[in-house]
């Protein structure tokens, strides 16, 4: 499937990992938003589960292990060219997770990766998408006992 003018949306995963206050992002090394901060993640393989997804997408990215704890967000990313057609569109499926173990090291689609203290983050011009969703992560982490599941709805995003 093309990534670029995609016939149908993509399913993408993001991890959003806190040391203190401090969570982890990643330069991006590849459009769309080259060049810019956001969390670490990527496309979810065919016969891969979105855990599996965003576990592996952390390692290549920044050779972080993580344990994904929490769904964070759901959300759409969708950026059109200036003919307005869609260049591409993303379901993003970001979850809170836990640092492991690891090295941090920026590789595969990061240019940089980093704990960037959160009082800082508007002088990495992450998109207020991205940052809505660390809100929520940090919030989450903050109040585990206050994510609510419907009656009768596990807890798997598997």
Known sequence: M???????????VGGI???EEQ???VKRGKEPGLGQWSIPG???????TLKEAVVREILEETHLKVEVL?????LERIFRDPDGRVAYH???VDFLCRFLDGALQPD???QDARFVPL?????????????EVIRRADWLRKNPEAEITPPGVGKSYD
């Open 2 to 12: 093309n990534r670029k003018y995609p016939d149908q949306p993509i399913v993408g």
């Open 17 to 19: 990992i806190f040391r």
């Open 23 to 25: 969570v982890l992002l």
């Open 42 to 48: 990527g496309v979810v393989r065919r016969g891969e």
């Open 70 to 74: 929490a769904l964070a967000k759901v």
């Open 90 to 92: 993303y379901v993003l």
């Open 108 to 110: 595969s689609d990061a």
């Open 119 to 131: 009082k800082d983050l508007p002088s990495y011009e992450v998109v207020p998408v991205t940052l």
